[in-house]
Every structure is written in C-alpha cells, then in structure tokens.
C-alpha cells in the first residue's frame, strides 16, 4: 500500500490516497476542493480504481471536492451518521467558513458505527469515534501499515479546535487519551491539517493534551 498526501482546496487540507497497485484499487480519505486533479493522475499512473471515499468528518474543507471524487469514480462513500447533517447539507456551514463557497452534498452509501472493523486493500482497518473537534469525527487505523488517520482530532503539536457548533473540548481530549493515545506509540498520525507525527511523539509533546 503506497499512501499520498495530498493537501488541496482553500485552506490545505489534507486528503489521502491510499493504492494497491497489486490490487488494482484504491482508498481516499476526506476530498478537500480540487482534489480530483491530483488524485486521477495518480489512479492512472499506479492503474488503479478508485473504489471507495472515507470521510474522517463533515466541515466543508473535507468533504468541498468529494462529489466530484464521486462522480468521477462511482466511488463508494462512507462516513459517520452523526455527521450526516453536515454532508449532506453543507450549505449549513457556509456562515462558519468566512469566504464564498462551492458545496455540494455528497451521498453516503455506507454509515460507520464508529466501532467498525472494515477490510480495504487486502487489510484490515479499524474505525474509532474520536469526537469533540466536530460530531461524527472518526479515525481509520491500519495496524498492519501502523497508520493512523484521524482527521482534524489530533495535529502534529496541537488538537482541532472546539469553537465550532458541535465542538466540545473536555470530549476531544477524551477521544484523544482514549483511542489516540491508546495505539501503539510507533504509529503514524496522519492529520487533517499539517505535517505528520507519531502516537509516542504527541503523548511526549503535545501542549493540549498529555499522557
């Protein structure tokens, strides 16, 4: 499994693509505005098909070029249903974003629990909620590649901020302890925003939230 950072739309935020050429499939977690112009090059490089769209949660930044993603691909999407307000009405966000806007609603076709047990390129992938920056927020993680993708719950340094309708930080910091912090420490974050870190390196370091 090869695994692309792709920061993209109006604030950078960090989408994945995940592909299996062996397979001939592929993953994409979260689908910033624009995403779709690096994403297909890539699937037709490694010739592989988009099969599915994970969302971690529902602001617009995450989900701005997701149905474009879809109409593309017929891609598969799944996320929380706790989020689904924010999906599949994004309009409700524009009043938050502080610019104009292009959004569209996307259509899920799979509802996570938040305790899921998924397999996606041959490997198992576990669902954790990890609310508090936003509801519905949930983590992907892939113990065999020791990947962890967690959305704006955990940053490099810093947590997803709470101010936001649905934010509520003694629940994040929960979230964090207990289904961040509780992964083996030589995982790798990769976060909604920013540069990636280690499970070990945030328990270490983070100002908000400690071991």
Request: hydrophobic share 40%; net charge negative.
């Amino acid at each position: 499994m090869t695994i692309y950072p792709l920061p993209a739309g109006p604030i950078q935020t960090n989408a994945y693509l995940l592909t299996s050429p062996e397979r001939g499939e592929a993953i994409l977690i979260d689908a910033p505005g624009d995403v779709w112009e690096d994403v297909e090059p890539i699937l037709l490089r490694d010739k592989v098909k988009l099969v599915e769209l994970w969302i971690t949660h529902g602001h617009w930044d995450h989900t701005q070029g997701g149905a474009e993603v879809v109409r593309a691909t017929q891609a598969k999407v799944r996320a929380h249903p706790d989020g689904r307000v924010l999906i599949e009405n994004p309009a409700a966000m524009k009043a938050f974003a502080g610019m104009e806007l292009k959004l569209e609603p996307i259509k899920v076709d799979h509802w996570l629990t938040g305790n899921d047990l998924l397999t996606a390129l041959g490997t198992p992938v576990a669902v954790r909620s990890v609310p508090g920056h936003c509801p519905g927020s949930v983590l992907f993680y892939f113990a065999k590649a020791g990947a962890a993708f967690v959305g704006d719950a955990l940053f490099k340094g810093s947590v997803g901020r709470t101010d936001l309708p649905g934010g509520d930080r003694a629940q994040l910091e929960k979230s964090i302890r207990t289904q961040i912090y509780t992964l083996p420490e030589a995982t790798i974050v990769y976060s909604g925003h920013g540069p990636q870190t280690t499970v070990g390196e945030e328990k270490a370091t983070n100002p908000y939230v400690r071991a």
